[in-house]
């Protein structure tokens, strides 16, 4: 098996885009605002793409590939009481509570890092599993990722009937979404893929993610780090040792390890050891919380995340 490539392919993409967006800000080529409008473009336009091809090839005739959002929504649920109990244990303040909330319970599962390596892993049947383990993710986010960071600020409140009118009305979220409409109803109906689908997805798949990357890379500041260093580390333990203890607990329970291929228990240990997702940013900016320290969660996950996925790749090849 040609593991070895695949596992560099992992690596390259995810470092050299973080790496090209970074430069390409501290060398004044593009400023850190074109972050925003090239990701909402990407969602946009691309994502929607390999969203219906990727959930074409979803196989539909095994009951247990329901369970996989719902193992994402236990984690995901669990992760947010880690969160309140390791804040407890540092003494932190409500601010800095509630700041540390998103990035412990939200994770880069996307094209960026979880759903990429699933692919590269796996294949399409990898990426089509993956994605829908996070589908409940914009659910979540605009519902609970708004509601556990403001019980901890007195007086913060956010409107959510606000935030999923913004699903509907604006492109780079609602296109996403009528993606992974169109992509079950065709692997639900099982329309027969073109022979095209596979190739265009080698293609597409780490064109977005690079993309995406290179976004994100343009946000990277190193400064913040060491002013939240007692936050990071509790970060770091809740996405690579609480969140994939829960997954594999989750996925037992469920039977992934009776499969013979096991491809579902691959997809939740992707999935399990993924850092802190960019949108976690979003939350804590938008209830005007400490950024700072959910940017020195973000990106100190996302750094470890890169040799990991390697890793990831590698440990899935031996199940």
Not at 85 to 107: D, H, N, Q, T
């Amino acid at each position: 098996m040609d593991i070895i490539p695949k596992a560099a392919e992992a690596v390259v993409v995810l470092f050299m885009g973080l790496t090209m967006g970074y430069l390409a800000r501290r060398r004044g080529w593009l400023p850190g605002t074109a972050s925003r409008p090239l990701t909402c473009w990407l969602l946009a336009h691309l994502n929607p793409i390999v969203i219906v091809l990727a959930l074409w090839s979803l196989p539909v005739d095994d009951w247990k590939a329901a369970a996989l959002p719902l193992i994402y929504v236990a984690q995901t649920m669990l992760l947010w009481v880690a969160a309140v109990a390791a804040a407890e244990v540092l003494g932190l303040s409500s601010r800095k509570k509630a700041s540390l909330i998103p990035p412990a319970m939200f994770s880069n599962q996307g094209f960026t890092y979880g759903s990429f390596v699933c692919y590269v892993a796996m294949g399409p049947e990898g990426l089509a599993l993956a994605t829908l383990y996070v589908l409940p993710f914009s659910a979540l986010l605009y519902t609970v990722g708004f509601i556990a960071p403001s019980r901890y600020v007195p007086g913060s409140s956010e409107s959510l009937v606000g935030q999923l009118q913004e699903t509907l009305t604006h492109n780079y979220r609602r296109n996403p979404v009528l993606a992974v409409l169109m992509g079950l109803t065709l692997a639900l109906w099982q329309v027969p893929q073109p022979e095209f689908v596979r190739p265009v997805l080698d293609v597409l798949i780490p064109l977005s993610a690079l993309g995406l990357l290179f976004a994100i890379g343009l946000t990277i500041r190193l400064s913040t780090i060491k002013d939240y260093w007692d936050s990071v580390v509790a970060v770091h333990l809740l996405k690579y040792v609480v969140a994939p203890a829960l997954g594999l607990g989750l996925a037992t329970l469920f039977g992934f390890w009776a499969q013979p291929d096991h491809t579902f228990l691959k997809v939740v240990i992707v999935e399990s050891a993924t850092p802190s997702a960019i949108m976690s940013l979003a939350v804590v900016q938008a209830l005007g919380l400490e950024s700072d320290l959910a940017n020195a969660c973000w990106l100190t996950t996302n750094l470890v995340a890169i040799p990991l996925a390697g890793v990831l790749v590698w440990l899935t090849s031996l199940l």
